[in-house]
């Protein structure tokens, strides 16, 4: 089943065109990679994903649906059904870690107060945080603290979409490999679909099933992490050179 | 057809059916798909009994929310009787043992009025030393400056210049005017009253002139300019754009408020002659109407009743009102802390205070001018 659809897309801001005919569709279990050079427009792909921009021309459907389909009360509904990260985590800055882990279930109303705090809880031990970091304010956190705690509210409501915007860019290796195989593991345990942007070839090739590389406005290729990788075209070639350096010696001494 | 058919499946809502032997929960058990009927899940949930069997086999989805809903109604334990599909106890799990969370921090509380007293004082003494700082910084600056005139940020000033002033032309000519007309209005009804219609230039040209016109710009501005500079400062401390400069090596004070607090001293007395001058023609026209007085006579008379020195006055104060509000300004906004809030209370907190110095150093004003530029 089909949970993102994209079909024919094209964006354009004043004269700059992003996108010249897109088609993308995003199975259930799918951990799609979008990469492609700075400024070919992933994070506009993702916002249009997530009904926060609109195409220029195309359709987008989520969940088979275009974003402004149906009723207030149904788009709202639908709007719960994935999580989103941003790339600077944009947290709230004025309420506290719990408390924005806790908004979106608040904002759904019914649950309990108590219900509430072990939801929260949980979900901080899920992104391994300490207990102690859910009453420090967003400023108090570290950069792979604000990622953890973002994603924590991005999985408050166990969406069946997780939309991650640069989720390891500015962690340290160790942070980003913890990173990934956190997503991994939900992945597995929850059934989450999940569609990121990245420029790390290592969680890419540690955290996709499927890549679709952007180039030229287009999506150049969709496949496997290994099709892609047998590719021959430019980008691919200078996204993955750092990889295929690593496999033979650079220098004798390497030996 | 098909899409449909998906759909439906998708969002099969959560079922309780209640049998002789037990409860049978089907459906997808998640936040979202509970949600619609939750009230009357809890109330079947709670009509269960301890022995009853469980059977979640026909559950689809189990999310945290959904566990922890069944969890404590089994009282945080498994049921002896349950029939569970193994990919649900991962859902389990994870809420069995959440950590506890910090108790909140008490709630801080003023025990006594001393101590209130006391942090009150303390916060008065730490704005007056972030104040005694910011004229120390910045005059050191303007001290500085003369003997590298390369490092003089025309630019910064200029521009500020312009955003402060020359900006703020139109809506304080509208403010003038309409001010002038009003006063003189009023003032020409009781006038007549004791066929004193003269005394109409004499009240303007006082009243304007030395008073209003500085008072009432500086209240437009301090909204104005005193606001947006407290904003720009505050995010541009929030985005650590601020830091930033510091690890260039460029001084905040010399780029960032001196040229500021230069442009609006400079700009400020301009805006007041601007504003007092469109007072006094709305004064003049409301006079010719209510009063028919000529309003070539209205300003010939002017300079006689009036004495010069008012007007030096007036711009004098403009200055001071205008250095004013721009230290404030960037007092509140290099105080902003990174969070939203802080901005808000920060830029509140600018405008109310530069409004409520601009009073308070009117006053002195009046007390200390006393004696000048009144005709004896």
């Given at each position: 089943m089909s949970v993102v659809d994209i079909v024919d897309v094209k964006t354009s801001f004043g004269r700059l065109q992003v996108h010249d005919g897109i088609n993308l569709s995003v199975k259930q279990g799918d951990l799609l990679a979008l990469v492609g050079g700075s400024g070919e427009g992933k994070t506009t792909l993702l916002r249009h994903i997530a009904g926060l921009s609109a195409p220029t021309s195309g359709e987008v459907r989520l969940f088979g649906e275009?974003?402004?389909?149906?009723s207030y009360r149904e788009r709202r509904l639908r709007r719960q059904r994935f999580g989103m990260l941003f790339q600077h985590g944009a947290?709230?800055?004025?309420?506290t870690v719990y408390d924005n882990i806790a908004f979106p279930l608040r904002e759904l109303g019914g649950l309990h107060e108590d219900e509430v705090e072990t939801l929260v809880m949980s979900r901080l031990a899920l992104v391994e945080l300490d207990p102690h970091t859910a009453r420090q304010m967003p400023a108090q956190l570290s950069g792979g603290m604000i990622k953890r705690a973002a994603l924590a509210r991005a999985l408050a409501l166990e969406p069946e979409l997780l939309l991650l915007d640069e989720p390891t860019a500015g962690l340290d290796p160790d942070r980003s490999a913890g990173f990934v195989s956190l997503v991994r593991s939900l992945h597995d345990s929850l059934g989450l679909t999940v569609v990121f942007v990245t420029h790390d070839v290592d969680s890419l090739l540690a955290l996709a099933n499927r890549v679709a590389v952007m180039a030229d406005r287009r999506i150049l290729a969709c496949d496997t992490p290994e099709e892609i990788m047998c590719l021959d075209h430019a980008f691919i070639d200078t996204f993955f050179r750092s990889l295929r350096q690593y496999d033979e010696p650079m220098t004798p001494w390497m030996r | 057809m098909k899409l449909r058919a998906h759909h439906a499946e998708a969002l099969t809502p959560p079922r309780i059916d209640i049998t002789r032997a037990g409860f049978a929960l089907h459906g997808h058990w998640t936040l979202a798909c509970m949600r619609p009927r939750l009230h009357a899940l809890r109330r079947d949930l709670a009509s269960s009994a301890a022995e009853m069997s469980w059977d979640l086999s026909g559950v689809e989805r189990l999310d945290a929310f959904g566990a922890l809903l069944l969890w404590r109604t089994w009282g945080q334990r498994y049921p002896e009787a349950l029939v569970m599909p193994g990919l649900l106890v991962n859902s389990f799990e994870r809420i069995q043992h959440p950590p506890e969370p910090e108790?909140?921090?008490?709630?801080?509380?003023?025990?006594?009025l001393f101590q209130r007293l006391g942090q009150g004082l303390l916060e008065v003494g730490s704005h007056v030393r972030g104040m005694i700082e910011l004229i120390g910084h910045v005059t050191s600056e303007l001290w500085r400056l003369p003997q590298h005139p390369g490092e003089i940020p025309w630019v910064e000033t200029s521009a500020a210049a312009y955003k402060t002033g020359v900006q703020a032309l139109p809506v304080a000519a509208l403010l003038g005017f309409l001010i002038g007309i009003v006063l003189s209005y009023l003032s020409a009804l009781q006038l007549q009253n004791f066929g004193a219609e003269t005394f109409l230039i004499n009240i303007l040209g006082f009243g304007v002139i030395r008073e209003l016109g500085p008072v009432l710009v500086a209240i437009l501005v301090a909204g104005r300019s005193g606001s947006a500079i407290t904003a720009q400062l505050g995010v541009m401390r929030v985005t650590e754009e601020i830091d930033a400069l510091a690890a260039m090596g460029v001084s905040r004070h010399q780029r960032l408020i001196l040229p500021k607090v230069v442009a609006l001293t400079l700009a400020m007395p301009l805006l007041v002659a601007w504003t007092s001058g469109l007072a006094l023609v709305g004064g003049a026209l409301a006079a010719k109407m209510q009063l028919n007085i000529d309003i070539w006579n209205f300003f010939e008379r002017l300079p006689t009743v009036v004495p010069l020195g008012n007007i030096g006055i007036g711009l004098g104060k403009g200055a001071v009102f205008g250095m004013t509000i721009a230290m404030i300004g960037c007092h509140y906004g290099l105080r902003v802390k990174p969070n939203t809030e802080s901005l808000s209370t920060n830029t509140t907190a600018s405008v109310v205070s530069s409004i409520t110095a601009v009073i308070i150093i009117d006053a002195i004003f009046a007390v200390l001018t006393r004696t000048l530029g009144v005709p004896r």
């Open positions: 275009r974003y402004d389909q149906g947290l709230f800055s004025a309420l | 108790p909140p921090p008490p709630p801080h509380r003023m025990h006594s």
